[in-house]
């Protein structure tokens, strides 16, 4: 099934150290990508999104995420972690043809920073 | 105005109530959707409005009711509901029609919904 895969469930970091959350898709062709953040007790919040041109794609927050075709990701990364990046975030995919254009949304990866 | 506002932020009612979510944004958006999500879970799709029209229902039981009075208001109305419906309940909008392209979610903070 087309589908999109966040292998990681929680991630834990100390604050200052470098993130990459994964984020792998199974279409047969390059689907829209986004990654939005969600933090607690609030709503969903576009961090980035890549739909053509060059595979690394900056975001707000200092993020970035890198497109790779070959091995149909989309991982998001910041070089130096902040407390307030402690939130849940999810991968999104819109597949590339036809239809609807409503995201599929990842299961999600909760990020816990240390101090 | 870059927001989506959504009311009440935190909703407690019995299985015999009626209430109303409501969903607001000046953003001049055409397309407004409602999600319901589970802790620990992704969103779900349950409805999407374009151009005041409803064009995506996902199987929502019919005690759950949407409404979008104009193009910058979307209500959700709930009767009868089950302890199981409890859930964060956000609304989104979105620049045109997802029919058409790939366009951006802007996200509500969500309305906490206790069914007792």
């Known amino acids: 099934a087309q589908s999109v895969t966040q292998p990681d469930i929680h991630i834990t970091v100390s604050e200052g150290a470098s993130l990459e959350l994964r984020c792998n898709y199974s279409y047969g062709a390059t689907p829209y990508l986004f990654w939005y953040v969600q933090s607690p007790g609030q709503g969903l919040q576009l961090l980035l999104k890549?739909?053509?041109?060059?595979?690394l794609v900056q975001g707000i927050k200092g993020f970035e995420a890198e497109f790779k075709r070959s091995q149909s990701s989309f991982n998001l990364r910041k070089p130096s972690v902040h407390w307030s990046d402690a939130a849940e975030y999810f991968c999104a995919v819109v597949p590339p043809a036809g239809g609807s254009y409503i995201p599929t949304f990842g299961r999600g990866t909760s990020l816990i920073v240390h101090p | 105005d870059t927001e989506v506002t959504q009311t009440p932020k935190h909703l407690v009612m019995g299985m015999t109530n009626k209430k109303s979510l409501k969903c607001e944004q000046h953003?001049?958006?055409?397309?407004m959707y409602w999600y319901k999500q589970k802790a620990k879970k992704p969103p779900e799709l349950m409805f999407v409005y374009s151009y005041e029209k409803l064009s995506i229902n996902e199987s929502v039981p019919s005690r759950f009711s949407p409404e979008c009075p104009n193009s910058s208001l979307l209500n959700l109305h709930l009767h009868a509901l089950q302890p199981e419906d409890s859930a964060l309940y956000l609304c989104?909008?979105?620049?045109?029609?997802?029919?058409?392209?790939?366009?951006?979610?802007?996200f509500g903070q969500g309305t906490r919904l206790t069914v007792v």
């Open positions: 953003m001049g958006h055409r397309a």
């Open positions: 890549y739909f053509s041109g060059d595979t």
């Open positions: 989104a909008s979105s620049q045109d029609s997802p029919a058409n392209h790939p366009y951006t979610l802007f």
